[in-house]
């Protein structure tokens, strides 16, 4: 078969032989473990992003909140 002997099986093979099973298990494992530590990172930031934004709401509607507050306390001659 042309195909095959384009392919170089029997260097294919020696190579194969020459990978050792343990360290691609380990180096799948810490790379595992590599990614889930990112996307921890990746979710813990977007959610501080968002607790951020939370906050500076809240402070807003404080604020609002203690304007209105204010405004209604006024009597109606001093408003105007």
């Known amino acids: 078969m042309a195909f095959l002997d384009d392919v170089m099986v029997e260097e294919i093979s020696t190579q194969a032989k020459q990978v050792d099973i343990g360290r691609m298990l380990l180096i799948a494992i810490a790379a595992l473990f590599y990614g889930i530590g990112w996307l921890s990172a990746k979710g813990f930031t977007a959610v501080a992003w968002m ?22 306390r006024r009597p109606a001659l001093a408003r105007s």
Not at 56 to 66: E, G, H, L, N, P
Request: with cysteine; proline share 0%.
């Open 51 to 72: 607790c951020r934004g939370l906050v500076t709401a809240v402070k807003w509607s404080v604020a609002a909140v203690r304007l209105g507050w204010r405004e209604g």
